[in-house]
């Protein structure tokens, strides 16, 4: 009986090699005659053939898309697609590594974009990108690939001592919450200690902790990436926030904590705005004086001074209870002169130099301005501090937040 004989490997290869230039060269036939790019998979096989991936991108597509990152809270990640997980993952590392270039598993813009965005968000401590930097992408016609080229700062000696403060400042707020007994009093801690040590002022370094831990100078985008960190650091679930201030496209930055279950908006740049008092208060503007409205504050007051991005969705604000003013028993619902009479003899009594209160209606807030502010009313606040002190004359400032219904009595 006879044997067949089966070509050998090369010829079956140039066969298959023989496939793919027939129909490349049909492909070309028929975009000429039709204009149109035909749509074949064994095109896209016979070009991956001629031209294969980079092992590099091979082994990306190989790994396993890490769903966790320890330390780090990474709110904005879980919104993404797995796609776009991936990507995610895979700055991350280049990040993280400081490389100059590094692949991507997408040549989609929208993804690349999504995941940036999301890696900016989710990670204050990559200090050294921000939205300030250009980005480069560069893309391979056909693939479904490209490098990406993010926008570094700072020098490896700056970086480190960027490093330094951001860890002395962890150090210094951790010793300030030894005696914190709950996530409210070490937020309050971290809100407390970036005013303190912060001025708002607009320098190349505003837009990161960089400006915050190591210039000392920072705008909204500084303030609140460092509360994240500091925050995230102490365990406490916060997420950064971008959008605009209501009726303009001035754009804002704060932060959505999380205390036993509920949500809180908390927004340190404008606790650090006493500029922002309406009356002669302003004139103390260089006594450093914190706002605590910001703190916290009533969601549908805060909602109505600022308004989110919706690139992702972000959880709802409804609870009231840990503001600053309902805590210290300083929040009035209604207007009643002798009991707001007998709050400033408590404050003053309790060694006080601010008073401060607000209330939670309109309506109680203009009838407490027209009897102490317009009739004056607060001079018999005043004359209670001389007696306290024995003083014949005493200087004092009124400052008003009419946004958030807030009285400020500065002596």
């Not at 921000?130 to 926008?151: A, D, E, L, W």
């Not at 600053?324 to 400033?344: K, S």
Request: with cysteine; aromatic share 16%.
């Amino acid at each position: 009986m006879k044997r067949k004989r089966f070509p050998g490997k090369g010829f079956l290869f140039l066969l298959f090699l023989l496939g793919i230039l027939c129909a490349l060269s049909y492909t070309l036939f028929l975009k000429n005659q039709t204009g149109e790019e035909p749509q074949s998979s064994l095109v896209d096989m016979a070009e991956s053939f001629l031209d294969p991936e980079p092992k590099e991108v091979q082994q990306l597509r190989e790994q396993e898309v890490v769903q966790f990152d320890e330390g780090h809270q990474e709110y904005y990640f879980s919104f993404l697609t797995e796609e776009e997980k991936r990507v995610y993952r895979e700055m991350l590392q280049g990040i993280r590594q400081r490389k100059e270039e590094f692949y991507l598993t997408t040549a989609n813009e929208n993804t690349i974009d999504k995941a940036y965005h999301g890696i900016l968000k989710d990670h204050p401590e990559l200090f050294w990108i921000h939205n300030r930097q250009p980005v480069y992408r560069t893309s391979y016609p056909g693939k479904n690939y490209c490098s990406f080229s993010p926008g570094y700062t700072y020098t490896e000696q700056q970086m480190q001592e960027i490093q330094q403060s951001m860890e002395l400042a962890f150090q210094e707020v951790s010793s300030m919450n030894a005696d914190a007994v709950n996530d409210y009093e070490k937020i309050k801690t971290v809100y407390t200690y970036l005013i303190d040590t912060t001025e708002y002022v607009s320098t190349e370094d505003d837009q990161n902790i960089a400006g915050v831990f190591w210039k000392k100078e920072a705008v909204c985008a500084g303030y609140a990436r460092a509360v994240q960190y500091l925050l995230e650091r102490l365990g406490i679930p916060c997420i950064y926030v971008e959008g605009d201030t209501a009726g303009s496209d001035e754009g804002h930055a704060w932060n959505i904590v999380t205390i036993d279950g509920q949500y809180y908006y908390v927004d340190a740049t404008n606790g650090d705005q006493t500029e922002f008092l309406e009356g002669d208060a302003v004139e103390l503007v260089e006594h450093k004086t914190i706002m605590y409205d910001y703190l916290c504050p009533f969601p549908e007051e805060y909602d109505r001074i600022y308004t989110a991005s919706t690139e992702f969705p972000l959880p709802e604000c409804t609870a009231a209870d840990r503001n600053f003013y309902v805590l210290n028993q300083g929040c009035f619902d209604t207007y009643d002169r002798q009991e707001l009479y007998e709050y400033c003899q408590m404050r003053l009594n309790n060694g006080a130099a601010v008073i401060r209160f607000k209330f939670s209606t309109q309506e109680a807030y203009n009838e407490a301005y027209r009897e102490w502010i317009e009739e004056s009313y607060i001079n018999y606040v005043a004359e209670y501090y001389l007696q306290m002190y024995g003083m014949d004359s005493v200087e004092y400032h009124y400052g008003l937040l009419e946004n958030m219904k807030t009285m400020y009595f500065m002596f």
